[in-house]
């Protein structure tokens, strides 16, 4: 079936002009659609307020355990983020965000982004400036230290 499948693919790409695909290497190389983070945080209420309130995410599913809210998917656009409040069992001083930055591309200007971050109470680490490389970005820490950059794409 899947042999047949893949015969008509290729007649309607030729019927099309279309150049057939070139073969993959074997073995093929890992190939990924989408990646999503998830934050552990010291203070779950916390944290979706700076996300929210803040940066200008929207708060999608909760997690409850008990009752209590214990995580929270959070989304900005196409981008969706995981944030879990802390179960102290690696320890109440452990830090977070150590050697971590989060990138975020959008096509809307990251000047325009980041008036509005200041204007709702946030302190950003770099204002925007333009890298050597043709992007142009800020960035901000959340509560938590993990670094965030948001940047335009380049186009």
């Known amino acids: 079936m ?12 030729k019927a099309a002009g279309r150049k057939a695909r070139p073969k993959r290497a074997q073995p093929e190389a890992l190939r990924l659609r989408r990646a999503q983070a998830g934050f552990t945080v010291d203070d779950l ?14 708060v999608g599913e909760l997690w ?5 809210v214990m995580g929270a998917e959070i989304k900005a656009g196409t981008v969706t983020l995981w944030l879990g409040q802390d179960d102290w069992q690696k320890g109440r001083d452990r830090k977070k965000g150590e050697g971590f930055r989060m ?3 959008t096509a809307q200007k990251v000047d325009d982004i ?5 204007a709702r109470g946030g302190q950003l680490t770099h ?5 050597s490389w043709g992007t142009r970005d800020f960035g901000i820490v959340d509560p938590d230290g993990f670094k965030l950059t948001f940047q335009n794409v380049r186009t």
């Open 2 to 13: 899947a042999r047949k499948k893949k015969a008509v693919k290729k007649a309607v790409r």
């Open 45 to 58: 209420e916390r944290s979706l307020a700076f996300y929210r309130d803040v940066l200008g995410f929207t």
């Open 64 to 68: 409850k355990h008990d009752g209590k």
């Open 103 to 105: 990138y975020f591309d």
């Open 114 to 118: 980041a008036a509005r971050i200041k």
């Open 127 to 131: 204002e925007p400036q333009t890298q």
